[in-house]
């Protein structure tokens, strides 16, 4: 069964700490993706990847970072957390074109204190 | 830039009832279109798709056309069951996603 598995399902932070997101994912994809999740906001795009060590910005990329070292591997980074970067993060990965659907982890709920 | 308007909710239908979420699309071209299904304690998952005008994507009695003439892809359901409790989010290519349908169906 493909699996995109994101390493913490709920995670707590102080403010000013470094966080790491991790994503993982099976299936071989070129393309991985960060989102939050929001109520009333629905998905935003954070980042994006097309390829190893390649990354580009979505639509709310400030305070935020992205490494992919690896294939199978996609890290969203906050460098500094704040509290208006509680949220849900999502992570997705896809083959090929923009017409392939998405594969969603379980996702990641944050909370910054 | 693009985006999706979604239908805002929640929505609550009784058992066998029909369902229509509104969808409409700004695109400076022509997205591949989705619609995405988020159940109760459980990721997003694709529920169906269409790439091109015209096309009809479906799945577990779920329909949605993509039309260009009116920019909308709108979802439909002629007789909803309480398993289909859940978000529905409607998507452009893989970046931009609408605000989410929350529909509740009670028995």
């Known amino acids: 069964d493909v699996k995109v598995t994101q390493s913490s399902r709920y995670l707590v932070k102080r403010t000013g700490e470094k966080v790491f997101l991790e994503c993982v994912q099976d299936?071989?994809?070129?393309?991985m993706f960060w989102y939050r999740q929001d109520p009333g906001l629905g998905l935003r795009l954070i980042y994006f990847?097309?390829?190893?060590?390649?990354?580009e910005k979505g639509d709310i990329p400030e305070g935020y970072s992205v490494s992919r070292e690896k294939k199978e591997r996609f890290s969203l980074i906050l460098e500094s957390a704040s509290t208006n970067q509680t949220s849900m993060y999502l992570c997705?990965?896809?083959?090929?074109?923009?017409?392939?659907?998405?594969?969603f982890g379980s996702g990641t709920q944050l909370s910054v204190l | 830039g693009d985006s999706v308007t979604q239908m805002e909710g929640p929505v609550t239908l009784s058992e066998e009832a029909c369902l229509t979420i509104n969808c409409t699309y700004t695109a400076t071209g022509y997205p591949s279109l989705f619609w995405y299904v988020q159940y109760p304690g459980e990721g997003l998952q694709l529920l169906l798709k269409?790439?091109?005008?015209?096309d009809k994507g479906s799945n577990k009695g779920f329909e949605a056309t993509y039309r260009k003439e009116t920019t909308s892809f709108h979802l439909e359901k002629g007789s909803v069951q309480v398993s289909d409790s859940a978000v529905y989010f409607c998507a452009g290519n893989q970046f931009y996603f609408g605000t989410g349908t929350s529909l509740t169906v009670i028995p």
């Open positions: 997705a990965s896809s083959s090929g074109q923009d017409n392939e659907k998405l594969f």
């Open positions: 299936m071989d994809h070129e393309n």
């Open positions: 269409a790439t091109k005008a015209d």
């Open positions: 990847s097309y390829d190893v060590k390649m990354k």
